[in-house]
């Protein structure tokens, strides 16, 4: 069975840090790129960040550019997503998932983790 398994959510305070993770198993995905989203009450689901399979090549929505930082680590079958400055309006579910391509359009993405809530107060 595949699955993306994501952890490190929780709450802080605006101007903290969070560092979320995605283990992969049932299948490799070293040759996937890998992508991070979210989603707020009430809003569709936003694209954030990929990584293409090598780690090499980074793209990320501007509302997190220059806070947000992915990374991979093809021997674990892990990725993450390093969250700093957090805000308020980051609050929402967090998914991962894996990609058919390089991509930031989630219908191309076929593997979805449950997603772990982060929640920044003010």
């Known amino acids: 069975q595949v699955q993306l398994v994501e952890s490190g959510g929780g709450s802080v305070q605006a101007g903290g840090s969070l560092r979320l993770s995605c283990a992969a198993s049932g299948r490799s995905f070293s040759r996937n790129s890998m992508g991070w989203f979210r989603q707020a009450p009430g809003k569709e689901r936003e694209f954030l960040a990929v990584?293409?399979?090598?780690?090499?090549?980074?793209y990320y929505a501007d509302s997190v550019k220059g806070r947000f930082a992915i990374s991979r680590d093809n021997a674990k079958n892990t990725q993450y997503l390093q969250m700093n400055s957090l805000q308020p309006e980051d609050t929402a579910v967090y998914y991962c998932?894996?990609?058919?391509?390089?991509?930031?359009?989630?219908?191309?993405?076929?593997?979805w983790g449950q997603g772990t809530q982060v929640t920044v107060s003010s």
């Open positions: 990584i293409n399979w090598s780690g090499d090549s980074t």
């Open positions: 998932a894996a990609s058919l391509g390089w991509t930031t359009e989630p219908s191309r993405y076929a593997y």
